[in-house]
């Protein structure tokens, strides 16, 4: 009788490879397709040198295997790519990488032009994921072009949670267990802040963008933000207008705000307190221990609740 069981195999421990890597999302209310020059723009100046990798390879809509991206370095064909969806109708997806291996190494860009719903506000958003190394600047450049090229509701750059490779629930048990540590590190879910973002962010990051016109809906005065120099020069704050948004930077340089390094964030916690009336309220519930409210609320609360998320049990059966 025990011979028969001793060709069974052990069932092996649910993994995920789970890092945190330098990013910028975007969310712009509406389609992206009425944005479709400085789309180009955007593409063109990340292929002509922001990125340290020429994006190679694109994939789009449903389609699971990528493609080559021919002749890559004529402008135009990059460009054509951002023309390959209708005005109207469905929602389009497009991602080019400059390897279809999520390493650390990998330059990423997207961007999900959302169809719109009767009687609800949908966001569209771009994505550009930076490969380790990226020097601080080139997250600056993008944010200098953004403020005045595209009327975005608002936008974050720094240190995101990236999920690489396993199951989603094993992969966000490890990112609840990672946040703990690393304060300064967003996590942004694409898929369900397209419903979200309109009602609210998820926080700030090194680098925080408003719109003008989002500001104004959600009742943030940033006039007072603009104008406020002496104060917000001595924590380290750093500000500059565009015509479509404010851009604020917590510090010179993005950070994780690991907690066992004993690394400062307090431009971090600064910055969150400025944009608290924009903090979402009542998000969509993510997966593993964030499908609990009271762990995504701690999180989202965390630079300006600390006690709270330090004490937040993360255990998926609480």
């Not at 207008?241 to 400062?264: F, M, S, T, V, W």
């Amino acid at each position: 009788m025990a011979d028969s069981f001793a060709s069974i195999d052990p069932i092996k421990r649910a993994t995920a490879d789970v890092a945190p890597c330098l990013a910028f999302v975007v969310f712009i209310r509406g389609r992206l397709a009425a944005h479709a020059e400085a789309l180009r723009t955007l593409l063109n100046k990340l292929q002509a040198g922001w990125l340290d990798q020429r994006l190679t390879r694109y994939r789009a809509a449903a389609q699971i295997e990528w493609q080559d991206v021919e002749n890559v370095r004529t402008p135009s064909f990059i460009a054509s790519l951002c023309e390959t969806w209708p005005c109207e109708g469905g929602t389009h997806y497009l991602q080019l990488a400059s390897d279809v291996q999520q390493t650390s190494q990998a330059n990423v860009w997207e961007f999900v032009d959302v169809a719109p719903v009767p009687d609800t506000d949908r966001a569209s958003h771009l994505f550009v994921r930076f490969a380790d190394g990226t020097p601080p600047g080139v997250l600056s450049e993008l944010t200098a072009w953004l403020i005045d090229a595209l009327p975005l509701s608002w936008a974050t750059g720094g240190y995101v949670f990236e999920h690489r490779s396993g199951a989603v629930f094993t992969a966000h048990m490890r990112m609840a267990a990672l946040a703990k540590r690393c304060w300064a590190v967003q996590i942004i879910d694409r898929t369900s802040l397209q419903w979200d973002a309109m009602r609210g962010m998820p926080g700030a990051n090194w680098l925080t963008l408003i719109g003008r016109d989002y500001a104004r809906a959600m009742k943030l005065d940033l006039a007072s933000i603009e104008n406020a120099d002496g104060a917000l020069a001595a924590q380290k704050i750093f500000r500059r207008a565009g015509r479509h948004a404010l851009a604020i930077a917590a510090g010179p340089k993005p950070l994780l705000g690991d907690i066992n390094a004993y690394e400062d964030f307090d431009t971090y916690v600064h910055v969150a307190r400025l944009i608290a009336p924009l903090l979402l309220d009542d998000p969509t519930p993510l997966a593993g221990p964030f499908a609990r409210p009271d762990v995504l609320g701690a999180w989202l609360r965390r630079f300006e609740e600390q006690e709270e998320w330090l004490a937040c049990d993360i255990g998926v059966g609480g």
